[in-house]
């Protein structure tokens, strides 16, 4: 088609428009300015407006090949590329995944029509068939080997740098009156080799950021966790804002009667073991048990079995030097004592100190 066509010159202007409001966008630091944003959605309007013009004009047909394609068109297979470039540079959460699919359906849509006119290589065709699949997976299987996926990284790196350099050089021989057309071809075909490369790039983060946002809660749920926090925080300030609030613990509620015995005395005194518990960990040891046993008495009650049983001998100390008071009226009994005293001078008669002792003698 010729530039000379109103319909061409059309799009001529507005494909400048789309490049001069790409460059623009390059200038902002702010992405959440109110600013960015507007400009984003104009780019986003403009482009769509020169595709639909490009479609209009069936510039690209499935019948051609590259060769027939005028070097003035070439620049326009661009216009996918660069409305998902601009669809990607929307931040808002609540069509954040929408806005993915759509990115997404625009990359393909410039990857097939490369696929058309025989533009990607071995690496980059296969990578496109495996594109239909949406997973975060779906570029690692090109390489299964981890070797082979680092170096074809490294591969792919380097050709978009060397590309990069060429562009640079290409792009300052346009202005010039000189430039031939081949020149200005390879220009062109150069910056869709690049946008081959940054589309799947650009893909390959799409498809992990859809698996995130898959995983992640729905604004939904947030709010509804964010509401429930806020009723227990107007729960508890409620609660601290009672005149009868106290930190201190009610016996007639806490303590009351558990297992039909009460823990309490009525004077404050522990008749069996307790434990203080948080609700939250009530509601947990409703479910999972202790892993040791609990005592079933109190130590009184301990002591008592024990001492029925005979475990606990009674006595010793002072009490046990002290003899006991003799019963002047108890004649039988000051009998067997006068006796056994009168044993014991008679015994001692007969064995008088040392007389055991003859270890030393000769």
């Not at 990607?88 to 490369?114: E, G, I, N, V």
């Not at 859809?210 to 609660?239: N, Y």
Request: aromatic letters at 6%; glycine letters at 6%; proline letters at 4%.
């Amino acid at each position: 088609m010729s530039e000379a066509d109103p319909a061409s010159t059309s799009l001529k202007s507005v494909w400048e428009k789309v490049e001069r409001q790409r460059k623009e966008l390059a200038t902002f630091t702010d992405y959440n300015s109110v600013a960015y944003k507007a400009a984003v959605a104009e780019a986003l309007t403009t482009i769509s407006a020169c595709r639909d013009a490009i479609n209009s004009l069936s510039l690209f047909s499935n019948n051609e090949i590259l060769e027939d394609v005028s070097t003035n068109e070439l620049k326009y297979m661009l216009v996918d590329a660069y409305r998902g470039d601009l669809l990607l540079k929307q931040h808002d959460r609540s069509t954040r995944l929408s806005t993915l699919h759509d990115a997404r359906t625009s990359y393909r849509s410039f990857l097939s029509l490369c696929d058309s006119y025989a533009l990607l290589g071995p690496y980059e065709k296969k990578a496109y068939q495996l594109s239909d699949k949406i997973s975060p997976m779906v570029f690692s299987e090109i390489h299964t080997d981890a070797a082979a996926r680092r170096n074809a990284k490294i591969e792919r790196y380097k050709q978009e740098k060397e590309l990069k350099a060429k562009l640079e050089h290409l792009s300052n021989l346009t202005p010039s009156p000189n430039v031939d057309d081949e020149d200005i071809r390879s220009l062109y075909l150069s910056q869709i080799e690049l946008a081959v490369m940054q589309s799947l790039q650009q893909l390959e983060g799409i498809y992990l950021e859809i698996d995130i946002l898959g995983k992640a809660p729905s604004e939904e749920q947030l709010l509804e966790q964010r509401r429930g926090r806020q009723e227990e925080d107007e729960r508890s300030r409620r609660r601290k804002a009672d005149d009868n609030y106290s930190d201190r613990v009610d016996p007639s509620e806490i303590f009351t009667k558990a297992n039909g015995r009460p823990l309490l005395s009525s004077d404050g005194k522990p008749l069996r073991p307790f434990t203080l518990l948080s609700n939250r960990e009530i509601v947990k040891g409703g479910v999972f048990g202790p892993g040791h046993r609990l005592p079933t008495m109190t130590i009184e009650d301990y002591l008592e079995e024990e001492k029925r049983r005979g475990g606990i001998i009674e006595g010793g100390g002072e009490a046990s030097g002290r003899q006991p008071e003799p019963d002047e009226d108890n004649l039988e009994l000051a009998d067997q004592e006068t006796y056994k005293a009168r044993q014991w001078d008679e015994f001692k008669e007969a064995n008088p100190k040392g007389s055991g002792n003859t270890i030393n003698r000769g």
